[in-house]
């Protein structure tokens, strides 16, 4: 219990310390340029509430839809290896036909069209 004891206060005594030396050690100068607005290290040009273009966002989301349907998939090389492998592969089978019929949809809808 001692033991316990000393470990807490060593940690809180070295949590405090640390949390005391990180408000005196950094030096808050601001000058213009820390400042000013960073953009990838090019000058900011225009406004910063110009309108995206929805169309980026729904391909995202696409994207992270197939992704990680693709992860469901990840498992079958060692699910063959089951005493019953034909019920893996079913289910494999299931989700790549399920995936292709959604990427024909979008496809048929334009859904995957940058361009209008």
Known sequence: MNLIMMMMLTSTVLSLVLITISFW???????????SPYECGFDPLGSARLPFSIRFFLIAILFLLFDL?????LPTPWASQLYTP?????????ILILLSIGLIYEWTQGGLEWAE
Not at 69 to 73: F, G
């Open 25 to 35: 050690l950094p030096l808050n100068n601001p000058d213009l340029e820390k400042l």
């Open 86 to 94: 034909e019920y893996a592969l079913m289910w494999s089978t299931l």
């Open 69 to 73: 349907e693709i992860a469901l998939l």
